[in-house]
Nanobody, 129 residues
Framework: DVQLQASGGGFVQAGGSLRLSCAASGFSFDRFTIGWFRQAPGKEREGVSFIRPSDDDETYYLDSVAGRFTISSDSTTNAVYLQMNSLKPEDTAVYFC?????????????????????RGKGTLVTVSS
């Protein structure tokens, strides 16, 4: 069964940190672009950060998170991680991970459709001011 399982969300004060995990099962993600979207209530979905391990770990970051968030992958655990530091109230959203075989990271970051190859359920991140 091919799936992505996100975890690590929670409640944190502004300036704090959280680490999200996205565990892949049923497939090897090395040749996929994999990473995180987020959606806050009443707002459009945003592509937050993506990585493509087979392309020298090519990455993409949303401008507003660059320098604060770091994405990484671990082939031994078949998981992708998003370390989120210096969190701000505007980072509050449901974060979900997704993977696609065709889209490269920067294309995944600006993708507005719902045709990702694999999409997991979300995890809620709440940042208080």
């Amino acid at each position: 069964d091919v799936q992505l399982q996100a975890s690590g969300g929670g409640f944190v004060q502004a300036g704090g940190s959280l680490r999200l995990s996205c565990a892949a099962s049923g497939f090897s993600f090395d040749r996929f672009t994999i990473g995180w979207f987020r959606q806050a209530p009443g707002k459009e979905r945003e592509g937050v950060s993506f990585i493509r391990p087979s392309d020298d770990d090519e990455t993409y970051y949303l401008d507003s998170v660059a320098g604060r968030f770091t994405i990484s992958s671990d082939s031994t655990t078949n998981a992708v991680y998003l370390q989120m530091n210096s969190l701000k109230p505007e980072d509050t959203a449901v974060y979900f991970c997704a993977a696609d075989y065709t889209l490269i990271p920067r294309a995944m970051g600006t993708y507005k459709g719902d045709g990702m190859d694999i999409r997991g359920k979300g995890t809620l991140v709440t940042v208080s001011s």
